[in-house]
């Protein structure tokens, strides 16, 4: 290590800049891992891809539980109008009130697991065909299996980096050592420059049409696997978004989704039901869900938002993370809702009383146990995001029958004329039916800024409720969350997003 750093030390005086391997921002922390014996890569055979896609499904993924589900709330929920942030931690009082900077700690603790998880996929995308070469145990088939696996996560990754900042370093490759030789060839790969999101998402849409031909199928009985139907609806998520937005390629790949042997759940509360000996999994309407089985090792999420339905006083010494609002209580209660409304938001006595009455608050119900899933992708999610690409291509009938498939169980009516009236009318129709079908699982400010509302309903949202807290105003340059500032220390590349 004292030589390898000698060797930068010489480099750098050619580039005049302060390189450091091994910096604890860098996008590819823990990319690099050389030994004596194999200088090039630790990993050689079979076994050693099989661990790393083991360590996929059973380190990596459900290590989103507070990166991509508790601290996605916030920024999905709470910076919307769907829920309050819940507690008096400064860290997300600043991101509900638009009043977060480079320092929070959730801001920089998210960069790094999102950029870490991209690192995690690259290990295998670009050590597996090497091996598959060297190895006659690693067969064609199982090679481009795991590889579109690792793609769909990395894939997955990538847009959640860039719904929450925009522009960013995108690198698909494993940088080599450092020699006084190489230094200005593989700079970029340890220092990258942010890369403009046209160009990543056209890079997703490249890698997610290969893995959706590879990946394992849609399991009925394991929905923990990153299939080629969550391919399918990662990609007619991207299309939705403006850089690259053609409503037909979202229809397009939602009917793929929809070709998938799925269909949806006749009770909504069970997609997060139990009983007393086990959570409900694997539902017909589930594409992408993480999974728990064990109540003695299961997930600790639910302490954020309620209590354990099977340990009922335990972690229930402190106020809670997103508390449903009153708006959207009351956009439930307009709506004739119960359904809905009683499987998203539970009443019940605690010890505080930050935004209702100790004796009757209002929490977040989509956690009920420690076993729960994680529900990442719907069927639901697909046909209200297949009706709003409908409505944008001019078909009105068609997206109301989307809709009023999801409306129906539900037990609601069918949506009015008035909603088939123009186009602008069937969108405030979808807008308002996913606010209420897909309550904290993490759209709403994204499906709000892509229609060119959030600002608005951000905006107002002081006016309407004082236990909002005051808000700076959102403008189109604060839609993307500021870059950390020890990723800007650390990487002289980088820059900050505007409005910081």
Known sequence: ?????????????????????????????????????????????????????????????????????????????????????????????????????????????????????????????????????????????????????????????????????GDAPMVLEIPPAITVDNVSEVYHLYYPDRTPMIEIYSRLVEDLKWAAQYAPDLNPTNKMLLSKTFAEGLLARIYAEKPIRDWDKVIEHCKNVEGANLDLEENYG??????????????????????????????????????????????????KWVTPSRDLIQAYEDEGDEIRKNASIIWDSCSWSNYYPADNYAFMHKMPTNINSIIMMRLAEIYLLHAEALAKTGDIEGAAGYVNKVRSRAKLDELPDTALSSED??????????????????????????????????????????????????TESRYFLPVPTSALDNNPNMTQNPGY
């Open 1 to 165: 290590m004292k030589k390898l750093l000698i060797i930068i030390g010489a480099a750098l005086a050619a580039v005049s800049c302060n390189l450091d391997l091994y910096s604890p921002t860098s996008l590819n922390k823990g990319n690099v891992k050389t030994s004596e014996e194999d200088p090039e890569s630790q990993y050689t055979t079979r076994a050693d891809i099989e661990g790393l896609r083991n360590s996929l499904y059973n380190s990596w993924v459900r290590d989103l539980q507070e990166k991509g589900l508790e601290d996605w709330l916030i920024y999905s929920e709470c910076r919307a109008d769907n829920a309050y942030c819940g507690t008096n931690t400064a860290e997300i009082m600043a991101i509900e009130a638009n009043k977060m900077d480079g320092a929070n700690k959730n801001v920089v603790r998210d960069w790094d697991w999102y950029q870490q998880q991209v690192s995690n996929s690259n290990q295998i995308i670009c050590n597996i065909d090497r091996i598959c070469a060297e190895d006659e145990d690693m067969t064609e088939q199982g090679r481009d299996q795991w590889k579109a696996e690792a793609m769909i996560w990395r894939a997955f990754c990538f847009f959640r980096i860039t719904q929450l900042w």
């Open 270 to 319: 069970d997609l997060w039901g139990y009983d007393e000996e086990d959570a409900f999994r694997n539902s017909k309407e589930s594409i992408f869900e993480v999974q728990w089985y064990d109540k003695s090792q299961g997930n600790w999420v639910y302490i954020m938002f309620h209590r354990d339905a099977y340990d009922n006083m335990r972690d229930y010494t402190w106020a």
């Open 425 to 474: 009318s069937m969108i405030d129709a979808i807008l308002k039916e996913r606010r209420l079908e897909l309550a904290f699982e993490g759209f709403r400010f994204f499906d709000l800024a892509r229609h060119d509302r959030i600002i608005d309903i951000h905006n107002s949202m002081n006016a309407k409720d004082e236990y909002w807290q005051t808000r700076l105003p959102l």
